[in-house]
C-alpha cells in the first residue's frame, strides 16, 4: 500500500510563494507512477494544477498557473514538489498530490488513484 503525505501549505500574502512536497511511503516503484497535483477551492470542483511523468521527462500545467508554478520529483526521495510563485487569490485551495499507479503519465483526474490527505495553502490579497 502506498501513502502520500502533502506539506508546505500555509497563509501567505498575494506575490509570495510556497513549495509544497509530496512524500510517497509503503511498497512503491515510484518512478513508474504518474503523478500530479490537483487543488479544490471552496464550493468548486477539484481540478487538475500540474502533472509530471514518472521519470520526470514530461510535464503539464493548467493555463491559470503556466509561468508561475513548476512541478518537479525525485525520485531517490520518493517525492515530488510543486513550486508556486507569483501567488494570488484565486490559488487558495486545498491542494492534493495524487499518483497513477497504472500509468507513467496522466493528464485526467479520474485516472489518479491514490490520493494525500491535501494542505491548505491560502492567499490573502
Known amino acids: 500500500q502506498v501513502h502520500l503525505v502533502e506539506s508546505g501549505g500555509g497563509v501567505v500574502q498575494a506575490g509570495a510563494s510556497l513549495r509544497l512536497s509530496c512524500a510517497a511511503s509503503g511498497r512503491t516503484t515510484f518512478s513508474m507512477y504518474g503523478m500530479g497535483w490537483f487543488r479544490q477551492a471552496p464550493g468548486k470542483e477539484r481540478e487538475i494544477v500540474a502533472a509530471i511523468s514518472g521519470r520526470g521527462g514530461r510535464t503539464g500545467y493548467a493555463d491559470s498557473v503556466k509561468g508561475r508554478f513548476t512541478i518537479s520529483r525525485d525520485n531517490a526521495k520518493n517525492t515530488v514538489y510543486l513550486q508556486m510563485n507569483n501567488l494570488n487569490a484565486e490559488d487558495t485551495a486545498v491542494y492534493y498530490c495524487?499518483?497513477?499507479?497504472?500509468?507513467?503519465?496522466?493528464?485526467?483526474?479520474?485516472?489518479?488513484?491514490?490520493w494525500g490527505q491535501g494542505t491548505q495553502v491560502t492567499v490573502s490579497s
Open positions: 495524487a499518483a497513477d499507479h497504472r500509468s507513467s503519465w496522466s493528464w485526467v483526474l479520474q485516472e489518479y488513484d491514490i
